[in-house]
């Protein structure tokens, strides 16, 4: 005798619901969602970026074509304004005299700020709080109260009226939050890095130099550009102290040149400042990656 069996009994069992139309709908919702994010984002992107737009294309202009229109497209291209600001505004010589300064300010100040982040990190001392408390609240010191004592001190060092007075002016200030993160990055490295190379013989500048500081190359990165953009782009400092030796300015000083008492050369001046921003936009777009890096080891310690 043949028995049969019901096809309900043999079919697999399913999970209630439909997977596939759940997966869908989440698909349909993601979707939705990456829509409207672009929606906002666009237009905020396009405000954003429009000013160095009309930059770059005010530097292509004629002078009396500037603030014609805001359309950034123009039918003729006046590169002549690149060649008159490097050569005849002298843009060409404060582009070195910039470089100087913002190399050699790097250099100290990421030394500097390394060492002492090191020691918060590491170290424990007396005090320690208050330091840290004192380093936050010089961020709150307007750059503008520090003039006249950063310019008695250069002077005391007969350094006044040279590159290297400048330099060493740019390479002060209160860099807290270099400090800060080089002091988050190091406090969450082992401790038997130091103690291995203590029992090895090895000196506290050779542990920092040798071993602590290559692995911190994140915040060494994010320090460099910090300082970089803070050289770069000063104005009130780089002014005073080349007011007696104008062929000492840096470029934010030597941009302000373009500007007359009864004239004021626009185009001249959106080229100079082209020429400014793009060593800037290079150098981040180099060390950008170690952003997060950095910051997440900070916050990590």
């Known amino acids: 005798m043949t028995t049969t069996i019901p096809a309900t009994a043999t079919a697999p069992l399913r999970p209630a619901g439909d997977p596939a139309g759940r997966r869908r709908r989440h698909r349909n919702r993601q979707r939705l969602r990456r829509a409207i994010v672009l929606v906002i984002?666009?237009?905020?992107?396009?405000?954003?970026?429009?000013?160095?737009v009309w930059m770059i294309s005010a530097s292509l202009k004629a002078n009396g074509e500037v603030f014609g229109t805001l359309n950034p497209?123009?039918?003729?291209?006046?590169?002549?304004?690149?060649?008159?600001?490097?050569?005849?505004a002298r843009i060409?010589?404060?582009f070195l005299n910039t470089v100087i300064v913002t190399g050699g300010s790097i250099i100290i100040s990421v030394t500097a700020t390394a060492l002492i982040g090191y020691v918060l990190?590491?170290?424990?001392f007396h005090g320690k709080r208050i330091v840290i408390g004192l380093f936050a609240a010089a961020i709150f010191l307007p750059e503008g109260y520090t003039i006249i004592p950063i310019f008695d001190l250069i002077s005391r060092l007969n350094l006044d009226g040279t590159l290297w007075g400048l330099t060493l002016a740019e390479a002060g200030g209160a860099h807290v939050v270099a400090v800060l993160l080089f002091a988050g990055y190091f406090r969450q490295l082992p401790a038997e890095l130091e103690e291995a190379a203590m029992l090895d013989g090895a000196s506290f500048?050779?542990?920092?130099a040798r071993i602590y500081l290559p692995l911190a190359k994140p915040v060494i990165a994010t320090a460099i550009i910090l300082q970089f953009m803070h050289a770069w782009n000063d104005f009130l400092l780089p002014l005073v102290l080349t007011l007696a030796r104008p062929e000492l300015r840096t470029l934010a000083v030597g941009v302000y040149s373009f500007q007359g008492l009864y004239f004021n050369d626009w185009s001249g001046m959106a080229a100079a400042a082209t020429i400014a921003l793009i060593p800037i936009i290079a150098m981040f777009l180099v060390l950008q990656r170690y952003f997060v890096e950095s910051v997440a080891g900070a916050m990590k310690g």
Do not use: C, M, S
């Open 121 to 124: 990190g590491r170290y424990w």
């Open 92 to 94: 060409g010589q404060y």
């Open 41 to 52: 984002l666009i237009p905020i992107a396009l405000a954003w970026i429009y000013p160095f």
């Open 205 to 208: 500048p050779r542990v920092f």
């Open 73 to 88: 497209l123009t039918r003729k291209l006046h590169l002549d304004n690149y060649v008159r600001a490097w050569t005849e």
